[in-house]
C-alpha cells in the first residue's frame, strides 16, 4: 500500500514525563512538509545522549519520542527533497548539515546553526511536531526519534547510505562510532606511539578506543566505574584499565604516575563535569590535548585552574567526531563494508523493538555497549 501523502499509525516509545517508564504506544506520524523525509525505521541504538534526555538532564520538552542514533528506509519525501528518495537506505543524524549557516561553510565547523541539541527544541525546523498520541501532540528529540516504526526529519539530518549496508547494524555509525571514533582520528589526530587515556567506556569511549588503536597510539588507559566494560574495552586495543572507585589516589594522579608525564590525548567519553576535569589533569601540561565528548547537564558548569592553561596544553569539545556529516558519515559506513573499520564489536546486543524494555534494563545495568532495537 502506498502510505505517501498519509498520516501513518504506528508504534512508537513515548515518554511522557522525565525519568517516567517508556510507554510503547500507537502514534500517529503526519507525512512529510517541504524539506522533510519520512522513514521506515529499522534498527535504533540506546546512545548515552538518549539517558541524559530521558533523565532530564537536557533542556527538552515533553512528552517526546526519545532515539536519535538511527537507520532506515526512506519511506516518502515531502516537495523540494533532493538528496534522498523513496526506498534509499539512510541514516538519522543529530547534527545537521545545512551547507549554508556559519559553521557549514566554514573550512572547520561541523556544529551546523541548525541543530537542536542545545537547548532541544523538540520541533522541526518549522517549528511544529509530526507526531501526535490520541490527539495530544507529541515532541520529537533532537529533531531526530528513532525509538519509533516511522519518523519525520529534515532533510538536512539525513544522509543516504550504501544499498548493501547491513542495518541491524550500521545505525552505530549514526551517532556513537563518529563522534568516538572521529574525535581520536579526525579531531584530536592521535599520534602513533603517543599515550591515550579514555574516560568512559560505553559506547562512544569504546569506538575512541578504536580510533586510538588504529591511530597507532602505543598505550591506551581505560577509566571506568563498570569493571563489566574492561574485557571488552581491552579486546579492542585499551592497555591498562582503571576503576577510579578502587583507587586510592584520584584518578589523575594515577595516570600521571603510570605515564610519568601525563598522556599526550585525554578523551571525555560521559559527560559528567568531574570526568572532564579529571580528563584535563590527565594529559601533559606542555602538549597534551584533553577532548570534551560527553554531553554535560544543561547547568553543569566546568571549573579549571585557570593557570593550568597557560603552559600550552589544548582542551576541546568535540561533536560527532568534528565531521561535515551529511559530506562524512556515508563514507564511514562504506569504509566499514570494505573492512576498514570495524563495528561489529560494538554492538553486544539486538533486540525487538517490543523488548525495548528490556534493551534498557540491559544498558543501565551496564551491560551493554550498544544494544540495537530491531524493528
Ligand atoms: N559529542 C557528541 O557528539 C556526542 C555524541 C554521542 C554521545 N555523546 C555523549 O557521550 C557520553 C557517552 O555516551 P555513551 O553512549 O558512550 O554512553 P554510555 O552510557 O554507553 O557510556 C558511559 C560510560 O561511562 C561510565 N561512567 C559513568 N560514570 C562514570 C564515572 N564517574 N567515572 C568513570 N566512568 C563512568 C559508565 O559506566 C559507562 O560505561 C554521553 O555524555 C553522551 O551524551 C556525545
Ligand atoms: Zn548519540
Ligand atoms: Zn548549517
Known amino acids: 500500500m502506498d502510505t505517501a501523502g498519509k498520516t501513518i499509525t504506528c508504534r512508537a516509545a513515548i515518554a511522557w514525563a522525565e525519568k517516567s517508564r517508556l510507554s510503547i504506544e500507537e502514534v500517529q506520524v503526519e507525512p512529510p512538509k517541504p524539506g522533510e523525509v519520512r522513514i521506515r525505521m529499522l534498527s535504533s541504538g540506546i546512545c548515552g545522549s538518549d539517558d541524559h534526555v530521558l533523565k532530564g538532564e537536557l533542556s527538552v520538552k515533553f512528552p517526546l519520542i526519545p532515539g536519535h542514533e538511527g537507520a532506515g528506509i526512506v519511506e516518502s519525501v515531502g516537495d523540494g ?7 534509499d537506505k539512510v541514516l538519522t543524524l543529530i547534527i545537521p548539515q545545512c551547507r549554508e549557516c556559519d559553521a557549514c561553510l566554514h573550512s572547520q565547523g561541523n556544529f551546523c546553526d541548525k541543530q537542536d541539541v542545545l537547548p532541544c527544541s523538540g520541533v522541526m525546523l ?6 501526535s498520541c490520541r490527539g495530544q501532540k507529541i515532541y520529537h528529540s533532537f529533531r531526530t526519534s528513532t525509538f519509533t516504526e516511522y519518523t519525520v526529519v529534515p532533510e538536512i539530518a539525513v544522509v543516504k547510505i550504501d544499498d548493501d549496508a547491513p542495518m541491524d547494524k550500521v545505525c552505530l555509525i549514526s551517532c556513537g562510532v563518529p563522534t568516538g571514533y572521529g574525535a581520536a582520528v579526525n579531531s584530536a589526530k592521535v599520534t602513533p606511539g603517543s599515550t591515550c587515556v579514555v574516560f568512559g567506556l560505553g559506547g562512544v569511549g569504546s569506538a575512541v578506543v578504536m580510533g586510538c588503536k588504529a591511530s597507532g597510539a602505543s598505550r591506551i588507559i581505560g577509566v571506568d566505574i563498570n569493571e563489566q566494560k574492561f574485557p571488552r574495552a581491552r579486546a579492542l586495543g585499551v592497555t591498562d584499565c582503571l576503576n577510579p572507585n578502587k583507587l586510592k589516589k584520584p584518578v589523575q594522579e ?28 590527565s594529559c601533559n601540561n606542555s602538549y597534551g590535548v584533553c577532548l570534551i565528548v560527553g554531553l554535560a547537564p544543561v547547568d553543569a558548569q566546568l571549573c579549571l585552574e585557570a593557570a593550568k592553561i597557560l603552559s600550552g596544553k589544548t582542551l576541546k569539545g568535540v561533536c560527532l567526531g ?6 562524512c ?11 576498514k573499520i570495524n563495528i561489529d564489536p560494538l554492538v553486544t546486543h539486538q533486540l525487538p523493538f517490543n523488548q ?5 534494563e540491559l544498558y543501565h545495568a551496564g551491560k551493554t555497549i550498544r544494544c540495537v532495537l530491531l524493528f
Open 126 to 131: 518549522d517549528g511544529t511536531c509530526r507526531f
Open 329 to 339: 558519515i556515508p563514507q564511514i559506513v562504506t569504509d566499514y563494508l570494505q573492512d
Open 254 to 281: 594515577v595516570v600521571m604516575e603510570m605515564t610519568g608525564v601525563g598522556a599526550d590525548f585525554a578523551f571525555e567519553a560521559i559527560g559528567k563535569v568531574e570526568t572532564m576535569v579529571a580528563a584535563w589533569n
Open 356 to 360: 525495548l524494555h528490556k534493551a534498557l
Open 81 to 87: 527533497v533532493c538528496s534522498v528518495k523513496q526506498g
Open 322 to 327: 568534528d565531521y561535515k556529516t551529511r559530506d
